[in-house]
């Protein structure tokens, strides 16, 4: 109940679901011939979007918390990797790159990349069934084995809903063992944090660098930047959640 609440208060806490309610209000003001009214909620809204769509600005929000951790170029000797879940869409008609979202692929690729690297390492892969009929930690094994992941290397957590589960889940695996954490640039911190704080020893390795300057006149202002903005608002209602749970 508290997940599913979390979920739906978020939703409506992010940039876009915000314009959208300059605009249902500026509607609603113009129905009930509040036109002065009307102007002024569309104008907020217009300038909203413009502002999030800004190139330097969805960097100023994101890049904070994609810098909090470097690559990691080499891959250190551990017993372990954990790639967080993301998302994903069952469909048999569909090969299984296109079931797995774009983000979940950067994550398990970034792990598999690791893994190539090391002998006698499990990969660890994470992830509920939301509403599909599939846990995402099934989508992932099943691509991971298309690109030459070994079955018995593979371990899988069926049941976590977020990140925080994640990390009980598999502290019952990993202990106390040094062990590479994969997830997005974006979600690094929080992940750290919460990984942490239940005593375990994450080694981290971002992935997915969104907040780039792209010199393209196109990308100056573009959806991709809200797209961004959202990410970075999702993060940061996340710190602040986790906080006031005490999970971090």
């Known amino acids: 109940m508290i997940f599913t609440l979390k979920k739906i208060i978020s939703a409506f806490l992010l940039p876009i679901p915000i314009g959208v309610f300059f605009f249902f209000f500026s509607f609603i003001y113009l129905i009930f011939n509040s036109y002065k009214k009307a102007k002024i909620f569309l104008f907020l809204g ?3 979007f413009a502002f999030f769509s800004f190139q330097p600005i969805s960097n100023a929000f994101l890049s904070p918390l994609e810098s909090s951790y470097s690559a990691l170029l080499d891959t250190p000797r551990v017993k372990y990797i954990l790639v967080l879940g993301h ?3 069952s469909d048999e008609t569909l090969s ?3 079931e797995v979202k774009s983000t979940a692929i950067n994550r398990l690729v970034e792990g598999i990349r ?3 690297s090391l002998e006698n390492v499990k990969l660890i892969l994470s992830g509920y069934s939301g509403f599909d009929e599939n846990p995402h930690a099934l989508m992932q094994e099943k691509l991971a084995l298309s690109l030459g992941v070994k079955k018995e290397d593979i371990i899988r957590l069926d049941t976590p809903k977020d990140t925080f589960m994640e990390a009980l889940e598999s502290k019952k695996i990993i202990m106390d063992e040094k062990f590479i954490l994969v997830t997005s640039a974006s979600h690094m911190k929080r992940s750290m944090l919460l990984f942490q704080k239940q005593g375990l020893n994450p080694i981290a390795s971002p992935t997915q660098i969104l907040s780039y300057e792209d010199k393209g006149y196109q990308t100056l202002f573009n959806a ?3 797209e961004k903005v959202e990410i970075a608002f999702h993060e940061y209602l996340g710190l602040i959640y986790s906080y006031l749970r005490n999970e971090i």
Do not use: D, V
Request: glycine share 0%; net charge positive; no cysteine.
């Open 46 to 48: 217009l300038l909203w």
């Open 87 to 89: 998302a994903h869409k």
């Open 96 to 98: 299984i790159t296109s």
């Open 114 to 116: 690791h893994y190539k």
């Open 224 to 226: 991709q930047n809200l």
